[in-house]
């Protein structure tokens, strides 16, 4: 991407826009994260000390309304707009994580209790109940989080077929056999597999559905095209009405391509591929020291306690967007990871040595092209509506009509973790 317009001097001095605030006594704690498809696993230090930027500016009556009440999305959004409610949503950071891991942990030694016996008589009773006392004190564990939210959270992360390893032909049938017999309500076709809802639910959308059908490896132009066809014909209202039935948007987009690339793979696809080439008039950008530059400097200017907690598609801006958010978290990972000793690193840690390493702006790199590889393994993710009409309009101006011009075929760019809904499989079959 060509950075030579864009005034770039304030990134050189930024510094973070929220204040970390750090109690008198302040511990650090080493965690595994793993992805939640495949066995890669993340070593982190943490350092549970540090409280969330906007912490500073919550009420106590905020506090103790988000730990009690359980109130739907549509009524906080209310109270952010009438009362100044602020509240975080989104995926649970590796800090949240570890701090209702431990709020269990002390849940269940104050009550004479195992984990276990929490998991099964409070967290996933055959009543399924809801005891407002436990969650609470478990929403009290994470500043700014709605207790509806921890609910949510709590169930995916204790559920007693979280984590069963690889998938087996056996399981696989089961789950083919289950769907058809009770479709795709995940909720009942768990219990015949012995998976986690959501488990099952990714596994027969990207895996099992139209199997045999399914292509993999590098995608035709032919294919690309088809592609573009699918997502700039669908209007806006039409991708609300898939969001408004429950249906994620790449599901939908799958199915009209046949089934012969899984809901990852078009996700990928575009969003890692296709709006990148157009973005950069119809050539794949390579990634330079002047990109490394500007994502040091964004991250920085965030002031998160750690990289978990960021939302990688709010880092483009109007003049620097070449790449996705999947993109940009890969990247990160690799500036983080040349930093020797990072494992026992706390995030600040981290932030101060690359800091130091791209304190100054390097020079404009030359124009050259690259092809972009990446693997097909994502966590899915729906799509809003607004950023399918941009990028639906945005491709309908570039590819309305076959061109000559157009590039051959490239691989899916490199991809990594994204952000997971708040919403628990419970409430949407």
Not at 150 to 155: A, S, W
Not at 392 to 413: C, E, I, L, N
């Amino acid at each position: 991407m060509d950075l030579s317009g864009m005034d770039l001097s304030g990134l050189e001095a930024s510094q973070p826009t929220g204040q970390l605030r750090r109690p008198a006594k302040s511990t650090t704690k080493t965690v595994q994260t793993e992805r939640q498809q495949g066995k890669k696993k993340h070593t982190r230090t943490l350092d549970m000390g540090l409280l969330p930027p906007e912490s500073s500016s919550t009420s106590t009556s905020h506090d103790e309304l988000l730990a009690t009440k359980w109130l739907p999305v549509k009524k906080l959004n209310e109270l952010a707009e009438s009362e100044g409610l602020i509240y975080k949503k989104g995926k649970f950071s590796a800090i949240e994580a570890q701090q209702i891991k431990e709020a269990v942990e002390n849940y269940a030694r104050n009550n004479s209790m195992t984990v276990e016996q929490v998991r099964d008589e409070l967290i996933h009773s055959s009543e399924r109940r809801k005891d407002q006392k436990f969650f609470s004190e478990m929403a009290a564990a994470v500043p700014l989080r709605p207790v509806i939210a921890v609910y949510h959270y709590i169930r995916r992360a204790y559920h007693p077929n979280q984590k069963m390893g690889d998938w087996t032909s056996e399981q696989d049938s089961a789950l083919k056999d289950a769907v058809i017999r009770l479709g795709p309500k995940w909720e009942k076709v768990a219990p015949e597999v012995g998976r986690a809802a959501s488990d099952c639910r990714d596994r027969y959308r990207n895996h099992i559905h139209h199997r045999d059908r399914r292509k993999s490896g590098a995608w035709t132009k032919a294919e690309e095209e088809e592609l573009v066809k699918i997502i700039t014909s669908l209007t806006n209202k039409e991708v609300k009405d898939l969001k408004a039935e429950g249906e994620i948007f790449w599901v939908a987009v799958s199915e009209k391509m046949q089934g012969t690339r899984s809901p990852q793979q078009c996700r990928i696809k575009w969003l890692d591929s296709l709006m990148n080439r157009l973005r950069n008039e119809g050539e794949n950008s390579r990634w330079s020291s002047q990109d490394a530059f500007i994502l040091v400097h964004k991250v920085d200017s965030l002031g998160v306690r750690d990289d978990s907690e960021i939302d990688w598609k709010r880092l483009p801006d109007p003049d620097w967007n070449a790449w996705s958010a999947h993109v940009l978290q890969r990247r990160w990972l690799t500036l983080k990871r040349a930093v020797k000793g990072y494992e026992d690193m706390t995030h600040q840690e981290i932030m101060d040595i690359l800091r130091t390493k791209f304190a100054q702006l390097p020079s404009s790199p030359p124009k050259s092209k690259r092809k972009v590889v990446s693997t097909l393994t994502i966590d899915e993710d729906e799509a809003t509506s607004e950023e399918m009409s941009e990028a639906s309009a945005t491709m309908t101006t570039k590819y309305g009509s076959k061109s000559k011009a157009q590039k051959a075929p490239v691989a899916p760019s490199e991809s990594s973790d994204d952000s997971s809904s708040d919403s628990d499989s419970d409430e949407s079959d």
